[in-house]
């Protein structure tokens, strides 16, 4: 019996090696599971409280000069399981610039948003669109669109930066151009993409506007925070009470290709369902406090953190005040994993 396992072991072993030499290879039964019944993440849950990320940019601001070459001053929120990256798809940063300061041009492949945390006076361009961010607005820097920061104010300002980076390395797409020029020249009509799709009801009878992302440079603070007010009068969603999705008005579809992006409010007191899905998700807390129960480990979180959500993992939120509200901006990467018919959701 042991003679027949040894020789087994040994023929395979010599078998291996025969088929190595060709570029080849069979089974072994060392091999880590590819068949798993069910996802298994390496990604950990994970928090990152306000208080620990103001110190920390406080200090990049006053050590960290905008370096030649990238000439984005960020911090990046890692994840502890994961060799690079916030999550399997993205990396979320936080971007610091102060008065005076030129974030230069350059282009990537990866598609970029932003999300403004904090502060006024930065403008950016985004193919020649300018405009000057706002708290509150979600900005799209969609693949390989010329985009610089310019910051015209006085107080320092802040904001989180997401790029499908760990998507666009692992599919070996990486492409990356600095301009010539630090500030490219305003081309477009101020407002342009507002002035053509901004209702959200009409359109223009041939919209010009090509491409997989949303004709919208900017989707403005008050007008999100107005639909999900409206929203708040509709029947609540069993897992994330009330929450929306931004959308390109062109087509209906996300307003990026491989990034999520929602808004999300618990009304006081809410207490979600919980469930689980395909699908990595980091949340910003805009404003109130809540927590979110992640496999078991609860985490609670207050306005200005952020928490990362691994995949196929159950999670629940509630909102830890009985009379204020709580709000989140979500990015997820749902709309990879619709596309590819890999989305999968299961209540708990
Ligand atoms: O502002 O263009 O956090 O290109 C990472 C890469 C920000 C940006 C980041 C970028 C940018
Ligand atoms: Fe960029």
């Known amino acids: 019996m042991a003679e027949t396992m040894m020789s087994d072991a040994s023929e395979r072993r010599a078998l291996s090696a025969e088929l190595e030499r060709f570029n080849c290879r069979v089974a072994q039964p060392d091999d880590p599971p590819l068949f798993t019944r069910q996802p298994v993440s390496a990604m950990k849950p994970c928090h990152w409280r306000s208080g620990d990320l103001d110190r920390l940019l406080d200090k990049i601001g006053a050590k960290l000069k905008l370096e030649a070459g990238g000439q984005r001053r960020t911090i990046r929120l890692t994840n502890p399981g994961l060799p690079y990256g916030t999550t399997p798809t993205f990396w979320a940063s936080i971007q610091y610039i102060l008065?005076?300061?030129?974030?230069?041009?350059?282009?990537?492949?990866?598609?970029?948003?932003?999300?403004i945390m904090q502060g006024k006076g930065v403008d950016t361009i985004v193919e020649g669109e300018q405009y000057p961010i706002n708290e509150g607005d979600l900005v799209l820097t969609p693949s390989w669109t010329w985009h610089d920061h310019e910051h015209k104010g006085s107080e320092p300002m802040i904001w989180l930066d997401v790029l499908?980076?760990?998507?666009?390395?692992?599919?070996?797409?990486?492409?990356?151009?600095?301009?010539?020029?630090?500030?490219?020249?305003?081309?477009?009509?101020?407002?342009?993409?507002?002035?053509?799709?901004?209702?959200?009801?009409?359109?223009?009878?041939?919209?010009?506007?090509?491409?997989?992302?949303?004709?919208?440079?900017?989707?403005?603070?008050?007008?999100?925070?107005?639909?999900?007010?409206?929203?708040?009068?509709?029947?609540?969603?069993?897992?994330?009470?009330?929450?929306?999705?931004?959308?390109?008005?062109?087509?209906g579809a996300p307003a990026l290709p491989t990034i999520g992006?929602?808004?999300?409010?618990?009304?006081?007191?809410?207490?979600?369902?919980?469930?689980?899905?395909?699908?990595?998700?980091?949340?910003?807390?805009?404003?109130?406090?809540?927590?979110?129960?992640?496999?078991?480990?609860?985490?609670?979180?207050?306005?200005?953190d952020f928490l990362a959500l691994p995949p196929w993992a159950e999670h629940g939120h509630c909102n830890r005040s009985s009379t204020s509200e709580a709000v989140m901006f979500q990015v997820n990467d749902f709309p990879v994993l619709k596309a590819l018919g890999l989305y999968r959701e299961q209540a708990s």
Not at 99 to 115: D, F, N, Q
Not at 178 to 202: D, H, K, L, T
Not at 274 to 296: L, Q
């Open 99 to 115: 008065p005076g300061e030129v974030a230069t041009g350059h282009r990537h492949a990866a598609t970029a948003l932003r999300y």
């Open 261 to 304: 992006t929602a808004l999300q409010m618990l009304r006081p007191g809410a207490r979600c369902k919980a469930h689980r899905h395909t699908g990595s998700v980091v949340y910003y807390i805009v404003r109130g406090s809540g927590s979110t129960t992640i496999d078991g480990q609860t985490f609670d979180w207050d306005k200005g």
């Open 164 to 251: 499908d980076i760990s998507l666009v390395r692992s599919l070996e797409a990486t492409f990356f151009e600095a301009s010539s020029q630090p500030r490219q020249p305003v081309s477009n009509i101020s407002n342009r993409s507002y002035r053509e799709f901004g209702s959200g009801i009409m359109r223009p009878m041939t919209p010009s506007h090509t491409g997989l992302a949303s004709p919208i440079l900017a989707y403005t603070r008050d007008r999100a925070q107005e639909a999900l007010q409206q929203a708040a009068g509709l029947e609540p969603d069993p897992f994330d009470d009330v929450i929306l999705e931004y959308q390109n008005p062109l087509t």
